[in-house]
Every structure is written in structure tokens, then in C-alpha cells.
């Protein structure tokens, strides 16, 4: 009975992209576009090699902008406004998520890989704003990013967090290996599931899975 199997979490942990609004959304492609854009312009490259990078990095670092700051020395604060500065108006507020995250016993934090400026416009977006305790973005952990062990030690240290009484939500499996290394109960939020040993729990409904946590 998933209930049981958190019963013992006192911080709840949610990723903010794909995780807090359903990933049909596409708010990516509209950031992917503008990243590319940055990167033609920052670094003088054309549209294909701007889109290897973009991709590179991410793969390599977790963020592109990880990859621009190690190797081209970019400066990441007109970087994080420019890419996150899309229109929102494919999302719609979620009452029923709200509550039932509110409803969560423990403290309940966002953690993006995005900038806390964006994460709160999301939140706002969907009306969950008033769900969550703390917002951290990715300037919260030095602009080191998850999956970095150094990262997530950051922002919960910052937050006072005890990984081995938390749960952590992501919709990227690679961002749940190092929370389950450090004792946390990982949830997969995704359209399918990906096999992997660091994977306590997977749904494609986020709001379905928090109602069968609650009494």
C-alpha cells in the first residue's frame, strides 16, 4: 500500500517541469526555442550547431546552461531571463492538485532545475502557490544542477531537509538516483515507466497518486 511506504515523510519534494502541470503542455519546446536563440547570439554559432550544443550539454551537465558556464563562461542570470521569459497560457489551475498537496503532512518544497522567478510564475499559473513552503531554483545551488550530488546537498541543507524522512518527484529518472541514494523515497512522474533500481514508485497522474497518500 503506497500510504505506508510514506508514511515516515516529513518533506515532500516536487520538480517543477513536467511534474506540477502536465508535461502535454509543451512549455519545453517553447524554452528549447528560446535557448537555442541565446545560444546562436551568445556564442555566434548557427541554428544546427546551437541545437548540438544546447543538447550536449544537457546531457552531459543536466542544464545547457551548466555546459555554457563550464565552457564558454556565459553568465547565467540574463541566460535564466531570457529562456524563461514564454508565455504561460497553456496551463490552467489545478484546485484539486492543490489541495491535495497542501494536504501533505511535513513541509512541502519546489525544486527546479529552472530559476525560482519562473517557478513561481508557473505555480501561479496553476494555483498552487499557496501549496508549497519554499521555492528553489537552480541559482538556490550555486547554478550547479541536478542530478549533482552537490547540488541537491545545497538546496537541503539550505531548506534544513532530511533525506531519509523525504520523498522527492521528478519526471526526469536520472534526477531520482542520487535522492535514493541519500535514503529519500523517489516517485517517477511520467507518461511511461522507466525501469530503474532507483525507482520506488511511478505514475503518469500526479494528483491520483498524492490522493492515495492521504487518509
Request: no cysteine; hydrophobic share 45%.
Amino acid at each position: 500500500m503506497p500510504r505506508a511506504r510514506f508514511a515516515h515523510v516529513r518533506s515532500w519534494v516536487f520538480n517543477l517541469d513536467n511534474t506540477l502541470y502536465p508535461a502535454e503542455a509543451r512549455l519545453f519546446e517553447l524554452i528549447d526555442a528560446r535557448m537555442g536563440r541565446y545560444v546562436m547570439e551568445a556564442l555566434g554559432v548557427g541554428p544546427e550547431e546551437a541545437e548540438h550544443l544546447r543538447r550536449s550539454y544537457w546531457q552531459r551537465y543536466g542544464t545547457t546552461l551548466a555546459g555554457l558556464m563550464e565552457h564558454h563562461g556565459l553568465d547565467p542570470w540574463p541566460y535564466l531571463e531570457a529562456v524563461h521569459d514564454i508565455p504561460l497560457d497553456r496551463l490552467s489551475p489545478d484546485p484539486e492538485l492543490a489541495l491535495r498537496i497542501a494536504a501533505l503532512p511535513g513541509r512541502r518544497i519546489v525544486y527546479t532545475n529552472g530559476s525560482a522567478a519562473y517557478a513561481r510564475r508557473v505555480l501561479a499559473a496553476r494555483g498552487l502557490q499557496g501549496a508549497f513552503d519554499a521555492v528553489y531554483g537552480v541559482e538556490d545551488a550555486g547554478f550547479r544542477p541536478k542530478p549533482r550530488r552537490e547540488a541537491f546537498e545545497a538546496i537541503f541543507a539550505r531548506d534544513g531537509l532530511d533525506p531519509g524522512r523525504a520523498a522527492m518527484f521528478e519526471d526526469d529518472a536520472r534526477n531520482l538516483a542520487v535522492p535514493h541514494a541519500m535514503g529519500m523515497r523517489t516517485v517517477h512522474v511520467a507518461p511511461a515507466p522507466e525501469p530503474a533500481g532507483h525507482i520506488h514508485h511511478h505514475t503518469d497522474d500526479l494528483s491520483a497518486f498524492l490522493a492515495r497518500l492521504l487518509p
